[in-house]
T-cell receptor
Framework: DAKTTQPPSMDCAEGRAANLPCNHS???????VYWYRQIHSQGPQYIIH???NNETNEMASLIITEDRKSSTLILPHATLRDTAVYYC????????????FGKGTKLSVKP | NAGVTQTPKFRVLKTGQSMTLLCAQD?????MYWYRQDPGMGLRLIHY???????AKGEVPDGYNVSRLKKQNFLLGLESAAPSQTSVYFC?????????FGSGTRLTVV
């Protein structure tokens, strides 16, 4: 079973920041938080990952709470092309763990 | 780089027929995976491989077989297709936790 809990759907206005929450209250010390997204029926696409510190790349920012029990993916300026299902996944960084997908959050970016 | 390439992209099978789905990656990744995705669901792991010549079962392995004869290729076989195997199949490869997925194979069993 997936170790994460995400809202099933969210809406965001184009140009605004999209903040996608994820709860992972049972995360262990060596588990990373990964975010992937799936646009329509394409293969999932890697977005970002982190362990303890906040992370930022060209696609998004990842904010992890100090107790690591939850995190937020931030798309700073959402576009219509960001409409997708977003998956939050925890995986053991010490071994080559298998991604276990939940149902994710369906983000709809509206004009 | 092509990344992860899956063939074919679409296929319709009759119940009882067999087929092989091919996954090829050009990133020299050790780990490869086969997932299936049913409507409205997340991806579920069928089989995976941690290196050439090795395979292991995932969450939903029944009805499927796999082979990893070459590092760059991971084959998924259906010996006797059933309508319950109608799904979209995704292959992936990974290195240090970063996964790259193929574009999928849409399989319909009638």
């Amino acid at each position: 079973d997936a170790k994460t809990t995400q809202p099933p759907s969210m809406d965001c206005a184009e140009g605004r920041a999209a903040n996608l929450p994820c709860n992972h209250s049972t995360i262990s010390g060596n588990e990373y938080v990964y975010w992937y997204r799936q646009i329509h029926s394409q293969g999932p696409q890697y977005i970002i990952h982190g362990l303890k510190n906040n992370e930022t790349n060209e696609m998004a920012s990842l904010i992890i709470t100090e107790d690591r029990k939850s995190s937020t993916l931030i798309l700073p300026h959402a576009t219509l092309r960001d409409t997708a299902v977003y998956y939050c996944i925890v995986i053991d960084g010490g071994s080559q763990g298998n991604l276990i997908f939940g149902k994710g959050t369906k983000l709809s970016v509206k004009p | 780089n092509a990344g992860v390439t899956q063939t074919p992209k679409f296929r319709v099978l009759k119940t009882g027929q067999s087929m092989t789905l091919l996954c090829a990656q050009d990133m020299n990744h050790e780990y490869m995976y086969w997932y299936r995705q049913d409507p409205g669901m997340g991806l579920r792991l069928i089989h995976y491989s941690v290196g050439e010549g090795t395979t292991a079962k995932g969450e939903v392995p029944d009805g499927y077989n796999v082979s990893r004869l070459k590092k760059q290729n991971f084959l998924l076989g259906l010996e006797s297709a059933a309508p319950s195997q109608t799904s979209v199949y995704f292959c992936a490869s990974s290195y240090q936790g970063g996964y790259t997925f193929g574009s999928g194979t849409r399989l319909t069993v009638v």
